[in-house]
T-cell receptor
Framework: NAGVTQTPKFQVLKTGQSMTLQCAQD?????MSWYRQDPGMGLRLIHY???????DQGEVPNGYNVSRSTTEDFPLRLLSAAPSQTSVYFC?????????????FGSGTRLTVV | GQQLNQSPQSMFIQEGEDVSMNCTSS?????WLWYKQDPGEGPVLLIA?????ELTSNGRLTAQFGITRKDSFLNISASIPSDVGIYFC??????????FGGGTRVLVKP
């Protein structure tokens, strides 16, 4: 089925380790974004991309890097994991923002940093 | 940054009851979106609103885009057990960035 696929679903890291959260969509959406979800705080935007080769920072970008080499993929990299990065991470995509269609979200990656 | 205040933070429902939740902001949004999140899943779009004053329904759900463009509400009529979950409002402003409310957790009355 078409949609947004995130891997892995669960991950435990030690402080200081690095890893990449994968996100892929097969809907030919130009706009992709990464959010983190923490209890009582809704979803906060980490980074986003309006198309291949273009990325920009969101509300909470520190400690994360992104790249967008293809339309389909938008990986999120944690450079040196910290306990404060323990969260649930969601990737989302949309064909064209502002048209009322809403974003399609992946099922999330639950990350624990110990 | 922009903030959305969503209330209530949680509520208990009894089957058949109507429930209501709302979001307010100090900033203007061009689009209001309402999402529902089930455990272990990502948010799923329920209703999208993109005109001030717009009232839109989707089955038992009704949502309105406030006339000031700074608020929105969501009503669920005749609630059923599968309505349990977390509901999020989200506002889309210029620059195409979504800002989410803190969520309303809907639970079943014991």
């Amino acid at each position: 089925n078409a949609g947004v696929t995130q891997t892995p679903k669960f991950q435990v890291l030690k402080t200081g380790q690095s890893m990449t959260l994968q996100c892929a969509q097969d809907m030919n959406h130009e706009y992709m974004s990464w959010y983190r979800q923490d209890p009582g705080m809704g979803l906060r935007l980490i980074h986003y991309s309006v198309g291949a080769g273009i990325t920009d920072q969101g509300e909470v970008p520190n400690g994360y890097n992104v790249s967008r080499s293809t339309t389909e993929d938008f990986p999120l990299r944690l450079l040196s994991a910290a306990p404060s990065q323990t969260s649930v991470y969601f990737c989302a995509s949309i064909r064209e923002p502002g048209q009322g269609y809403g974003y399609t979200f992946g099922s999330g990656t639950r990350l624990t940093v110990v | 940054g922009q903030q959305l205040n969503q209330s209530p933070q949680s509520m208990f429902i009894q089957e058949g009851e109507d429930v209501s939740m709302n979001c307010t902001s100090s900033s203007i949004f061009n689009t209001w979106l309402w999402y529902k999140q089930d455990p272990g899943e990502g948010p799923v779009l329920l209703i999208a609103l993109y005109k001030a004053g717009e009232l839109t329904s989707n089955g038992r759900l009704t949502a309105q885009f406030g006339i000031t463009r700074k608020d929105s509400f969501l009503n669920i009529s005749a609630s059923i057990p599968s309505d349990v979950g977390i509901y999020f409002c989200a506002g889309e402003a210029a620059g195409n960035k979504l800002t989410f409310g803190g969520g309303t957790r809907v639970l079943v009355k014991p």
